[in-house]
C-alpha cells in the first residue's frame, strides 16, 4: 500500500459505456496526476491538477473527463474510448512545494472492447 | 521539451550478476528520482538524488547523480529474480514543475 489507492483495479468497458476511475490519497499532498501507460509506450501525463485547479492537460482527447473535488480525490470520467484507450492508468500525488518525487497508486487496468 | 534518454532498453541477465543502467538529458535537473515498476502495479520509488555527485545506496541498489546534473546511473548489485520489473529514471528541475520520466529499462533475471 503505497498511501494512493486506485479503483477499480480492472476494468472491462465497451466503447458506448460511461464509467469513472477514481484516486484517492491521504498523504496531505496537494498536487494530483493521470498517467497513461501503453504497452512498449512512456508513461504519458494526461492531466494535472495542483491544489485542486487544473494546471495541464497535455492534448488529451475529450473522451476522457478529469475532476478533482477536493485535495484528497481525484477521478478520471470515461465515455465513448476506443479500443486504443486500453492501458493502465495510473494516478500520482506529489507535494508540489519540495522534491520527493510522486507516490503512484497501483492503476486501473482498462480494456476496451 | 526536456527528454530523458534511458539506456539500456532492456537487459536479460543470469541471477547473481551485476546490472547497470543509465539516463542522460541535455538539460540539467536538481533532483533525480529512481523507480521500480513491477508487472500490473505502479512505479515505486527506490531511491532519490537532490545534489550533484551525491551516490546513495539503498540495500543492493547504488545511484549516483552526475556531476553534471544531466545523467544518472543506478547499479544493482549480485542480481535475483524479484528484480525483475521496469525501472525508470525521472528527473525534476524545480519542486513546481513537473517530473520528466525516462523511457524504462526492462529487467529480466535467469535464475
Known amino acids: 500500500e503505497t498511501g494512493v489507492t486506485q479503483t477499480p483495479r480492472h476494468l472491462v468497458m465497451g466503447m458506448t459505456n460511461k464509467k469513472s476511475l477514481k484516486c484517492e490519497q491521504h498523504?496531505?499532498?496537494?498536487?494530483m496526476y493521470w498517467y497513461k501507460q501503453s504497452a512498449k509506450k512512456p508513461l504519458e501525463l494526461m492531466f494535472v491538477?495542483?491544489?485542486?485547479?487544473?494546471?495541464e492537460n497535455n492534448s488529451v482527447p475529450s473522451r476522457f473527463s478529469p475532476e478533482c473535488p477536493n485535495s484528497s480525490h481525484l477521478f478520471l470520467h470515461l465515455h465513448t474510448l476506443q479500443p486504443e484507450d486500453s492501458a493502465l492508468y495510473l494516478c500520482a500525488s506529489s507535494q508540489k512545494t519540495v522534491n520527493y518525487g510522486y507516490t503512484f497508486g497501483s492503476g486501473t487496468r482498462l480494456t476496451v472492447v | 521539451g526536456q527528454q530523458l534518454n534511458q539506456s539500456p532498453q532492456s537487459m536479460f541477465i543470469q541471477e547473481g550478476e551485476d546490472v547497470s543502467m543509465n539516463c542522460t538529458s541535455s538539460s540539467i535537473f536538481n533532483t533525480w528520482l529512481w523507480y521500480k515498476q513491477d508487472p500490473g502495479e505502479g512505479p515505486v520509488l527506490l531511491i532519490a538524488?537532490?545534489?550533484?555527485?551525491e551516490l546513495t545506496s539503498n540495500g543492493r541498489l547504488t545511484a549516483q547523480f552526475g556531476i553534471t546534473r544531466k545523467d544518472s546511473f543506478l547499479n544493482i548489485s549480485a542480481s535475483i529474480p524479484s528484480d525483475v520489473g521496469i525501472y525508470f529514471c525521472?528527473?525534476?528541475?524545480?519542486?513546481?514543475?513537473?517530473?520528466?520520466f525516462g523511457k524504462g529499462t526492462k529487467l529480466s533475471v535467469k535464475p
Open positions: 498523504l496531505g499532498h496537494n498536487a
Open positions: 491538477y495542483s491544489l485542486e485547479e487544473r494546471v
Open positions: 538524488l537532490y545534489k550533484a555527485g
Open positions: 525521472a528527473g525534476l528541475w524545480e519542486s513546481q514543475g513537473n517530473l520528466i
